[in-house]
Every structure is written in structure tokens, then in C-alpha cells.
């Protein structure tokens, strides 16, 4: 008998224990602003990301998805490491319409753009033909 009343608590526990994990453990929250950045511009950009310490690249004529926890925030643009302006963006929720969705906010990089730095010209140097003597 107290075989049972010790297999029937340990039974009870290990369901309690099974149970609280896969109540910690299920899906987590999704982040709370989901938004497009787009580069019209012919070159691309590099933007920090806010939520690690990574760099995330917006390529030349395209477009990005940008995840942000703050209803206000700054995007600032870089272009070989210069900064190429700032925008300071207020969050919509699912207020923007972008490709068949609904995102919270749009921001666009447009402009002139940066100049593409000129190339060297580089004169060629010819080699001179050398003749060959005769013997004799």
C-alpha cells in the first residue's frame, strides 16, 4: 500500500514539473513593430540593428523588414561609414500597406544619393620592341 501512495506522488509531481516547463516554454511573444525600410537610391546602405549588435545592409533599389520595440526611433543611414542623414519615425500599428501586408511603419532612403567614388585612370606603359641585330 504505501508503494502505490509513493508511485502515485511521484507521478503527480513529474506532472506538475512537465507541465509548468511546457507552460514556460511555449511560444514566445512576437516583437511588437514590424516595419519596411527602402532604399531608392543606387547604392547601398548599412543600418545598425537595435536589438543586437549586428549590421544589417539595405541593398541598392530595395527593400528590407526592420523589427523595432520602440514607438519612436531614428533610422540613420550609412554609406562607407559616413552618416547619410537621419529620420526620426513614429510607429502606426498595421497602418502602412507594402506588398499585400500591413506593416507599422515605412521609411524611405531617397535622394540624389551618394556619389560613386571616380576611378584612377592609369596611363599604360607600352613596352618597347627591341629588334634583333643580325651577326655578320
Given amino acids: 500500500m504505501p508503494k502505490k501512495k509513493i508511485t502515485t506522488a511521484l507521478l503527480v509531481a513529474m506532472l506538475a514539473v512537465a507541465g509548468a516547463e511546457a507552460l514556460a516554454t511555449g511560444t514566445a511573444a512576437l516583437p511588437p513593430y514590424i516595419g519596411v525600410i527602402k532604399n531608392n537610391t543606387s ?57 499585400c501586408k500591413n506593416y507599422d511603419f515605412l521609411v524611405e532612403i531617397s535622394g540624389p544619393g551618394p556619389s ?21
Fill in 116 to 136: 560613386p567614388a571616380e576611378k584612377p585612370t592609369y596611363n599604360r606603359k607600352y613596352k618597347k620592341r627591341v629588334r634583333k641585330q643580325r651577326l655578320g
Fill in 43 to 99: 547604392s547601398d546602405f548599412s543600418l545598425p540593428s537595435q536589438n543586437s549588435l549586428g549590421t544589417l545592409i539595405v541593398p541598392a533599389k530595395g527593400w528590407i523588414e526592420f523589427v523595432v520595440w520602440d514607438p519612436g526611433f531614428e533610422v540613420i543611414p550609412y554609406y562607407n561609414g559616413k552618416p547619410f542623414g537621419c529620420q526620426k519615425v513614429t510607429v502606426t500599428p498595421k497602418g502602412i500597406p507594402y506588398m
